[in-house]
């Protein structure tokens, strides 16, 4: 009786250790970590800003809604439209990138052929000459050589018994998506930066018309100084201070046309092209005015020269910055920014292909299955080989497992689940910079607007005072200092307003960036 039920019972066991074995070593279920997401972005919430111009820095819709593909087209210029054009086909890394995505995917086209059999088929002839021994014959027998042809076709198969293969195209398909992801990337990094290169090239650029006309009148102030000193109305110290304010403006310009050459450098690698063959457009009156307003120093030829020379550029239209409002960007929910950003998903394909190795690491402890078959012919003349008489054939299984193999197998799965969790720090990294990345542009762009409407209202009354000391100047009521004074701080709050412009446009761009940007196109 204890025989049967030992016998009824052997089947359900062996069953039952079958599926203990293939648990064992199958990559584990993947489990999504644990991230703590708020429930809306703290600097979204902030009170509403109004600029000077009526902009309202605040969430317009579900940033969901956004077309996010060719984000650029926000901002309704066609010369940053085309330099983005440019770049997304002569960018050398972004290139790279498309090489890498290439590689990847053909790495798991090699992944899934091992799911199915391999089939070959050789063909050959071989002459050999074999000694009496070799035959079993005695030695000295006289042996002729003999020629042999054979024509042969051979499968092979890997059984995949505990998960090795599957595991190993998961994690090479894991491994294509990581690839895809990082594209997207470096394509988001790449337009962002043209942008923002863009930007910064028309805010020198504004900066500099602002310059220009700060010189032609510092020039003015010399050339009434210089009148009124030949006439003995005033002393030699107003003409050597409106000399001294000419000159330094002067240098601030030609220091700033350094500012311009590196951002405009930089902005020829992103499209991939030699620095000395590109040269952006400035507007005609920031070229004229800087020109105008340097040529009259010796080191200063040479930066109007520069200026003169940018007229010649590719970016038809692309003049100092405007003073039209940037696009709004809704910040949208934070939970949608794991989704939406290229670099958290290459993060989170590359946990997964982390996973799926754990279950490769774990096949290699437990048996391999082999099944190979062969058939053909092999004859003493090729015609030969195709006669039933000279065929052959061989069918095979080769189980294979590890006895002895110190430690290696099982350092193999520590290794393997260290690099997992790895990967699951770099996915928590990721995250959480990405959500302070859209903090602090939203805090930025909060932050800018406010400053642009106090500088609005202070440029005001710069004008206005320094208008009212000219006037007073010219009437003899008060002294060149005061005048002197009241440009000076025109100039700095005109300057300080093309720079907040500036600023604007290349924070809005790092939002855009932040949030994920457009990423919707992938390597071809």
Not at 81 to 88: D, K
Not at 386 to 402: E, H, I, Q, T
Request: with cysteine; glycine share 8%.
């Amino acid at each position: 009786m204890s025989s049967m039920i030992s016998t009824r019972a052997a089947p359900p066991l062996a069953a039952l250790l079958a599926a203990l074995l293939l648990t064992a070593c199958a990559a584990p279920a993947f489990k999504q970590p644990a991230i703590a997401v708020p429930a809306a972005f703290k600097e979204a919430a902030a009170p509403v800003q109004t600029a000077a111009d009526g902009t309202q820095w605040r969430p317009a819709r579900a940033a969901e809604q956004q077309p996010r593909g060719q984000w650029w087209l926000a901002f309704n210029d066609p010369a940053l439209t085309a330099l983005i054009e440019e770049a997304t086909r002569n960018n050398a890394s972004l290139a790279g990138a498309t090489a890498r995505v290439k590689q990847a995917r053909a790495i798991a086209g090699i992944a899934e052929a091992d799911r199915v059999p391999q089939v070959g088929v050789n063909a050959g002839a071989q002459r050999a000459l074999s000694s009496p021994t070799q035959a079993g014959l005695p030695p000295g027998t006289p042996m002729s050589p003999h020629t042999s042809y054979t024509a042969r076709l051979t499968a092979s198969y890997e059984v995949d018994l505990f998960g090795r293969v599957s595991s190993g195209v998961a994690a090479a398909r894991n491994d294509a998506a990581t690839a895809e992801a990082a594209y997207r990337s470096v394509l988001l990094a790449l337009q962002a930066d043209v942008a923002q290169a863009y930007f910064r090239l028309r805010a020198t650029d504004a900066e500099l018309a602002t310059l220009a006309r700060t010189v032609q009148t510092r020039e003015e102030n010399v050339q009434v100084n210089q009148r009124r000193f030949d006439l003995g109305d005033i002393g030699e110290f107003d003409l050597a201070r409106a000399r001294t304010e000419l000159s330094s403006t002067r240098a601030d310009a030609i220091g700033l046309q350094r500012q311009r050459a590196t951002t405009e450098h930089a902005l020829a690698v992103l499209l991939g092209r030699p620095a000395a063959d590109f040269t952006a457009r400035v507007a005609a009156t920031g070229a004229a005015g800087v020109a105008a307003g340097v040529a009259a120093g010796g080191a200063a030829r040479g930066s109007a020269g520069v200026a003169a020379k940018s007229a010649a550029g590719v970016a038809a239209g692309a003049g100092p910055l405007p003073q039209a409002a940037m696009p709004v960007i809704p910040p949208g929910l934070p939970s949608a920014l794991l989704e939406r950003r290229p670099d958290i998903a290459a993060a989170q394909r590359a946990m997964e292909a982390s996973n799926a190795r754990i279950g490769v690491a774990r096949a290699a402890m437990f048996p391999a299955l082999d099944i190979s078959a062969s058939g053909g012919g092999v004859a003493g003349s090729f015609p030969d080989v195709f006669k039933m008489s000279s065929r052959s054939w061989l069918l095979g299984a080769l189980l294979s497992a590890p006895l002895i193999d110190g430690g290696r197998n099982q350092a193999s799965l520590a290794r393997s689940e260290a690099v997992l969790d790895e990967s699951v720090a770099a996915y928590r990294q990721s995250v959480l910079a990405a959500f302070a990345e859209v903090e602090d542009n939203l805090a930025g762009l909060r932050i800018l607007a406010g400053q642009a409407e106090q500088v609005e209202d202070a440029l005001k009354s710069a004008r206005r005072s320094a208008a009212l000391a000219q006037a007073l100047y010219e009437a003899g009521r008060s002294s060149y200092l005061e005048l002197l004074d009241a440009q000076r701080n025109l100039a700095g709050v005109e300057r300080t307003a093309v720079q907040l412009r500036g600023s604007r446009a290349i924070t809005t761009v790092a939002l855009i960036r932040a949030l994920g940007g457009g990423w919707g196109v992938g390597p071809g």
